[in-house]
C-alpha cells in the first residue's frame, strides 16, 4: 500500500513539472512576440523551465528539444536586451524632453544635467546617480513618466537647495584648518577632502544637536550636497587665502572615501578631487 502511495506521488509530480514545462512553452510562445515590453518575464520563465527539466524525468530526446528550444530563446535575449533599450530610451528622450530636460549621451551613459540615468532590466528599475555613478540618489521603476518625477526629486534634493555662499566658503576654511591639526607628514596644507567634511557636518549642526546628539536633531549633509556647493561657489577667496582642489592621482582613487568628483559643468563632466588646500595670496 506504502509503494502505491509512493508511485501516485511520484507520478503527479512528474505531471506537475510536465504541466508547468508546457505551460512556459506557452507563454514564451506568447511574450516573444514583443520581446522588448517582456524581457524579465521570459528570463523568469527560461529560467523556472530550466529547472523543472532538470528534475524531469522525460525521454531524453523530448528534454534535448526542450533544452534546445530553450536555449534558442536565451540565445536571443541580448539582441533584445538592446532593442529594449533602444525602445526605452526614445520614450524617455520624449518624455524629458516635454518636461524640459535634454537627455544626452547614448544606452551605455545616459545623463541629464549632472546626473546618470542607469537601466536595470532585470529588476525592471532605473537607479539615478550623481555624476558617473558616483552617488546614488534616487530609483524608480522602469517607466519614461516616473523618470522624469524622480528627476524633478533629485534637482530640488541637490541643485535646488538654498545656498549661502559666503557662510559656506567660511565654514570650510573653519573645517580646512580643523582637519589640517591631524594631518601628518610635512605639507600640512593639503587636508584629504573626506577629513574637511568630516569636520564640516560637525560645524553645520544646530545647539539642539549639541545639547541632544540624537538622530532626530542631526542634519544631514551628503557628498553629493558637498560636490555641489563646491561647484557652485563662485567667489572661493576668504581673508586672504584661496580655496583649491586639488585632483586625485591614481593611488587616491581606490577607494571612494580617499575622493569626491565635483562637477566642472552641468554637461556630465567633471573631476576627482581627494584634497582641499588653501593658500595665502
Not at 41 to 48: A, D, F, Q, R
Not at 107 to 123: A, C, G, K, Q
Not at 125 to 143: A, D, F, H, P, T
Not at 167 to 178: D, E, H, P, R, V
Request: charged share 30%; with cysteine.
Amino acid at each position: 500500500m506504502e509503494e502505491h502511495v509512493t508511485l501516485i506521488s511520484a507520478l503527479s509530480k512528474e505531471k506537475n513539472n510536465i504541466q508547468s514545462i508546457l505551460s512556459t512553452l506557452r507563454k514564451l510562445e506568447k511574450i516573444t512576440e514583443f520581446p522588448e515590453k517582456n524581457l524579465h518575464k521570459i528570463k523568469t520563465e527560461i529560467n523556472k523551465a530550466s529547472k523543472k527539466l532538470i528534475t524531469n524525468n522525460l525521454l531524453d530526446s523530448i528534454k534535448e528539444e526542450i533544452s534546445t528550444t530553450l536555449q534558442n530563446y536565451q540565445d536571443q535575449i541580448p539582441e533584445w536586451e538592446e532593442k529594449a533599450k533602444k525602445v526605452f530610451f526614445e520614450e524617455l528622450e520624449s518624455v524629458l524632453k516635454e518636461a524640459g530636460y535634454i537627455l544626452r549621451g547614448d544606452i551605455s551613459r545616459l545623463m541629464v544635467s549632472v546626473f546618470t540615468i542607469e537601466l536595470n532590466l532585470d529588476s525592471l528599475k532605473v537607479i539615478i546617480w550623481y555624476g558617473n555613478k558616483q552617488e546614488n540618489v534616487i530609483s524608480c521603476r522602469l517607466n519614461p513618466e516616473a523618470v522624469a518625477a524622480k528627476l524633478a526629486v533629485a534637482e530640488k534634493k541637490i541643485i535646488e537647495r538654498d545656498f549661502d555662499s559666503e557662510l559656506f566658503l567660511s565654514q570650510l576654511l573653519t573645517a580646512y584648518k580643523t582637519a589640517s591639526e591631524r594631518v601628518t607628514g610635512r605639507d600640512k596644507t593639503r587636508v584629504p577632502i573626506s577629513e574637511v567634511l568630516k569636520e564640516y557636518v560637525y560645524l553645520i549642526q544646530s545647539k539642539r544637536f549639541y545639547m541632544n546628539p540624537s538622530r532626530n536633531n542631526f542634519i544631514g549633509y551628503e557628498r553629493a550636497f558637498f560636490s555641489y556647493d563646491l561647484y557652485r561657489l563662485e567667489n572661493r577667496v576668504i581673508a586672504g587665502n584661496e580655496l583649491q582642489l586639488i585632483t586625485a592621482t591614481r593611488a587616491y582613487t581606490r577607494k571612494k572615501s580617499d575622493f569626491l568628483w565635483i562637477p566642472s559643468d552641468l554637461m556630465g563632466n567633471g573631476d576627482y578631487i581627494s584634497h582641499i588646500s588653501f593658500k595665502e595670496i
